[in-house]
């Protein structure tokens, strides 16, 4: 796990870039060790010490190191192949390298280091961009070929590694973080437009290739984009894997659990490889409960920590079931409790991490689960990410699913399905009539529906005046499929809730320097998961994650397994700003706040006071406010007219 970054120039400038001030801003990413790589007229140089270059430069590569895998200076980078062609700087873990190693000896390789990225390394010299799919793991990289004389980025297939470029005709830059990047000088602070008014609407925080920085984009999961030196730098990201969803209707459900049980405890075995102890992120759900217990399972010797947000409403507390699943795992339990007077004292921090505005306080749950572990001096931490949105968590899939059996004219089982899912925690038969409708009508029909149900997408308080006419109404319909659920569960998996979390996950760990590992997400599981039937996934009566839950049976205790409830990270988000209304009022008055243009502050301070005297309920909009102005005034961004 790492910081990355770089800079490609046309004039021989990429020396030009504060080395120095990128590497600090990346610090936390890699504490342990740094280095740098320069290019140009075919030479290659490489260090810890920078000093200024007289030369000119076509290349600079940039590394901060957190060391996971061979802890020796074997494992530092940048990293070249012994015939000096091919130089790396990398982000991330291969977990499989240890057979990819055999197999490239049998190939007649030789390694010097234990490390996975001289296994990386080699593996793109033998099979170049075919040695992309052949990784299991995370990654962000950038792959400078001497004789081609091109540099290759590339990202894994999930997006767990971030990678954000800027780019004109005469320069490319990119870095693991947008704050790094904006240190090349290269990109700006000027907003996106239809970016911010997707985040103030609907609380998006991943736009595809896109950022909340104008001129700021990311390489999009499961894309690599190959840059040459002698020709211009703008060129488009290229697609290497998407996931499949073609449905085997020869599987049965105890077949495919099986199955499912065997994928799962091998991507654990491989996600634990490390050098470094390894810990888990336990929030008492299946997922979480499933990691752990997983862990156990195929290492009864492990050193077992666990770190879980205990959240000081009881209502929303899973305290009882971390404990359950501690005691069951024989793992050392560790707890924190924030609230809202240490989420102000945070913010700054938190925000800082993130880079760019989020939808809510449930990421401060999480930056305090991190920063528990690194107090305890865990390394690296396995986590839940991605099994909601493969195995169809969260209750908007029962509507997906009840769309499903309507397109597909199975009218009894969709009213079976109806009637049992309405007496599931947190729904009911009207919304659920809903949210299938949303997959059912066409797309212009849903902004209709969501007015009809009191969710406005013009507020008085947003100036729409001020974002381009086109952006106003972009919505996106589903398609023709009759396998609706999994539609939904593709899209969420690539495009909204897990892109979104992922972000998250990386930003809050790498804060405190701990390597997060996601073992749901390889590309044989996911695969795997999407090939089953519907009713494998959300079983006639709505039970979600069916075939996962009985592949763990008798790893994950069955209390675990029966629960029909979610939570999650939740935090008390309405009781903790009400308790910090001063602060809140505070921040709704500032100077960066009336500097935002298309903001009404009068009608928002309006309705706030609304909120706080009882006279108006609470609106998940009041964060976005608050997280908007605070963005606005840390980073110091650009809004003309």
Same mark, same amino acid.
């Given at each position: ?313 009881e209502s929303i507390s899973e305290e009882k079931w971390v404990d ?126 969501? &007015?009809?149900?009191?969710?406005? *997408?013009?507020? =008085? #308080? /947003? ?10 109404? %972009? ?39 701990i390597e997060s590992r996601v073992p749901f997400l390889t590309p ?32 994950v205790p069955d209390c675990i397994l029966d629960r029909r409830d &979610?939570?999650?990270?939740?935090? *008390?988000?309405? =009781? #903790? /700003? ?10 709704? %008055? ?52």
């Amino acid at each position: 796990m790492c910081g990355i970054a770089g800079i490609i120039d046309r004039f021989g400038n990429a020396d030009r870039g504060n080395a120095p001030q990128i590497l600090s801003r990346l610090e936390h990413r890699g504490p342990d060790d740094y280095g740098f790589l320069r290019y140009g007229r075919g030479h290659v140089e490489v260090g810890r010490d920078w000093t200024s270059c007289r030369a000119e430069s076509e290349v600079m590569l940039l590394h901060r190191r957190l060391s996971i895998l061979d802890l020796a200076k074997t494992g530092w980078q940048p990293m070249s192949t012994a015939d000096g062609r091919y130089h790396v700087v990398f982000n991330g873990e291969i977990y499989n390298y240890i057979e990819l190693r055999q197999e490239l000896e049998s190939l007649g390789h030789r390694f010097l280091s234990q490390s996975d990225t001289e296994v990386l390394l080699a593996a793109y010299a033998q099979w170049g961009i075919e040695a992309l799919q052949r990784f299991t793991g995370m990654f962000a990289l950038a792959v400078l070929d001497t004789v081609s004389r091109v540099v290759l980025l590339a990202r894994d297939y999930f997006g767990i590694k971030p990678l954000y470029y800027s780019a004109d005709r005469d320069s490319f830059t990119f870095a693991s973080e947008i704050k790094a990047l904006l240190e090349f000088g290269t990109a700006t602070r000027e907003v996106d437009r239809e970016r911010m008014l997707l985040y103030l609407r609907h609380g998006a925080c991943k736009f595809g290739s896109a950022t909340m920085f104008a001129n700021v984009h990311q390489l999009p999961p499961a894309h690599y984009l190959l840059i040459s030196l002698d020709r211009d730098f703008r060129s488009d990201p290229v697609s290497y894997w998407k996931p499949e969803t073609a449905t085997n209707q020869d599987i049965s459900f105890d077949e495919a659990a099986s199955h499912v049980r065997d994928l799962f405890l091998r991507n654990i075995r491989l996600h634990l490889r490390s050098d470094v102890p390894v810990g888990a992120a336990l929030s008492g759900g299946i997922d979480s409960s499933a990691i752990a217990m997983a862990m156990r399972e195929v290492d009864s010797r492990l050193q077992l920590h666990t770190f879980s947000y205990i959240a000081e409403d009881e209502s929303i507390s899973e305290e009882k079931w971390v404990d359950i699943i501690g005691t069951a795992a024989t793992a050392e339990v560790h707890k924190t409790r924030p609230n809202a007077d240490s989420l102000v004292a945070d913010l700054n921090a938190l925000m800082y991490a993130q880079d760019e505005p989020f939808g809510g306080t449930s990421m401060y749950a999480q930056y305090c689960v991190f920063r528990a572990a690194r107090l305890s001096g865990v390394k690296v931490m396995l986590d839940g990410q991605g099994a909601d949105e493969i195995l169809g968590g969260y209750r908007y899939y029962l509507g997906a699913r009840l769309a499903s059996l309507l397109r597909q004219g199975e009218w009894g089982q969709a009213a079976d399905f109806l009637v049992r899912c309405s007496h599931l925690p947190n729904t009911g038969k009207t919304w659920l009539m809903l949210v299938a409708g949303e997959h059912l009508l066409p797309a212009e029909l849903h902004l209709p529906m969501r &007015k009809l149900v009191g969710k406005d *997408p013009n507020p =008085t #308080w /947003l100036k729409h005046s001020w974002f381009h006419e086109d952006t106003r109404h %972009s919505v996106r319909g589903y398609g023709p499929s009759s396998e609706l659920l999994k539609e939904r569960l593709l899209r969420t998996l690539t495009e909204s809730s897990l892109p979104n979390l992922l972000r998250y996950e990386d930003r809050n760990s790498m804060a405190f320097s701990i390597e997060s590992r996601v073992p749901f997400l390889t590309p044989e599981f996911v695969n795997f998961i999407l090939s089953l039937p519907e009713d494998y996934i959300i079983a006639k009566d709505g039970t979600s994650k069916a075939v996962f839950r009985q592949a763990m049976r008798g790893i994950v205790p069955d209390c675990i397994l029966d629960r029909r409830d &979610k939570v999650g990270f939740a935090t *008390p988000e309405q =009781t #903790w /700003l009400l308790r910090l209304q001063d602060w809140v009022g505070r921040v709704l %008055s500032c100077d960066a706040a009336d500097s935002i243009p298309f903001l009404d502050m009068k009608v928002i301070r309006g309705e706030w006071d609304a909120v706080r005297q009882g006279r108006k309920p609470f609106d998940l909009h009041v964060w976005r406010w608050v997280n908007l102005i605070q963005w606005t005034q840390q980073f110091g961004i650009q809004y003309d007219g």
